[in-house]
């Protein structure tokens, strides 16, 4: 029998959702490999942009990885908005919102979102956001079923707040706990709840 290895691992902000580059505008870029070692065969469950940070799992078994990505998964992100969010804008996200132009435009699945009263306790990102002369900031946690590529940014954007910073706090019962930017932990197994 098999014997699969599966790690929860803070991405930081900076880094690819991959192992290898291949392609040639990459070969300068910062991968998840270069944080830790890796079994052969280890793939990262969903992805997380290069400006993203957070949450993500990594495995060698694919099975769980199709388990992970079905929409009978939460995944919750806290997403760092430019402005003072409204109460109105909120209630858009939660209903679901058209977002995308032309063949590519499509309406988001409800999802659960609400205002954080106090900014997370996150590490100080490597690279500065900006500073508060720019403008006051908020929080938003925001939970979706669904992962289409940029969702969250495409979102926050279409309803007039831009994501300035985004962090992925849970996969189902999986959240970030203790852990640090960079930091890989391996573990028994994931444990899902589904929705």
Not at 79 to 95: M, R, Y
Not at 150 to 169: E, S
Not at 176 to 188: F, H, T
Request: proline share 5%; glycine share 8%; aromatic share 8%.
């Amino acid at each position: 029998m098999i014997k699969h290895h599966h790690f929860i691992i803070y991405k930081p902000f900076g880094y690819l959702s991959q192992f290898v580059s291949n392609q040639n505008k990459q070969r300068n870029k910062k991968m998840l490999g270069d944080l830790y070692d890796f079994p052969e065969g280890a793939m990262a469950i969903g992805r997380l942009d290069e400006s993203s940070e957070g949450l993500l799992l990594v495995t060698t078994d694919g099975k769980v990885s199709e388990q992970v990505r079905s929409k009978e998964i939460e995944k919750e992100y806290y997403a760092q908005l430019d402005g003072e969010i409204t109460d109105e804008a909120v209630e858009q996200l939660k209903t679901g919102i058209e977002i995308g132009t032309g063949s590519n435009a499509y309406t988001t699945l409800p999802c659960k979102a609400f205002r954080l009263d106090l900014p997370p306790d996150f590490p100080p990102r490597a690279k500065k956001i900006r500073d508060e002369r720019h403008g006051p900031t908020s929080w938003l946690s925001i939970t979706l079923t669904e992962g289409k590529f940029r969702q969250v940014r495409k979102m926050t954007a279409a309803v007039g707040f831009p994501t300035l910073r985004l962090v992925r706090v849970r996969i189902g019962a999986i959240t970030l706990d203790r852990l640090e930017p960079g930091q890989a932990m391996e573990v028994d197994g994931f444990e899902m709840d589904a929705v």
